[in-house]
C-alpha cells in the first residue's frame, strides 16, 4: 500500500521560508516522479514542482521559479520542497503525489498524500 504523509507547514510572514517533507512508502514503481501540488481555498488544486525519481530532471510552475526548490533522499524516500521569499498567495493546503510518469495534471496522480497548510501573512 502507497502512503504520503507531508509535514512542515505552517504559518508564515511574507519572506519568510518553510520547509516541506514527503515521506513515501509502499510499492513503488520502476521509474517514477514526485510532485508537490496545492490548492488554495476556492481555488483548482495547481502544480508547483515536480522531481524525477534519478533527481536529475525538475520542473516548476512560472509563479515559483526561483524562490521553490524540489530535492528527494530515495534513501530516506523523502521529497523536499523548500520554499522561500514566501507571499500571501502561495498560502495554500500542499499535497504531494507520485506518479509513474511526469505530468503537471493532478488528476494523472492515483497516490496522494494527506496535505500540510501553508499560510503566508502580508
Known amino acids: 500500500q502507497v502512503q504520503l504523509v507531508e509535514s512542515g507547514g505552517g504559518l508564515v510572514q511574507a519572506g519568510g521560508s518553510l520547509r516541506l517533507s514527503c515521506v513515501f512508502s509502499?510499492?513503488?514503481?520502476?521509474?517514477?516522479?514526485w510532485s508537490w501540488f496545492r490548492q488554495g481555498a476556492g481555488k483548482e488544486r495547481e502544480f508547483v514542482a515536480g522531481?524525477?525519481?534519478?533527481?536529475?530532471?525538475?520542473d516548476y510552475a512560472d509563479s515559483v521559479k526561483g524562490r521553490f526548490t524540489i530535492s528527494r533522499d530515495v534513501w530516506k524516500n523523502t521529497v523536499l520542497l523548500q520554499m522561500n521569499n514566501l507571499k500571501p498567495e502561495d498560502t495554500a493546503a500542499y499535497y504531494c503525489?507520485?506518479?509513474?510518469?511526469?505530468?503537471?495534471?493532478?488528476?494523472?496522480?492515483?497516490?496522494w498524500g494527506q496535505g500540510t497548510q501553508v499560510t503566508v501573512s502580508s
Open positions: 503525489a507520485v506518479n509513474d510518469a511526469f505530468s503537471r495534471k493532478p488528476v494523472e496522480y492515483d497516490y
Open positions: 509502499g510499492v513503488v514503481f520502476s521509474n517514477y516522479t
Open positions: 522531481i524525477s525519481w534519478r533527481g536529475d530532471s525538475t
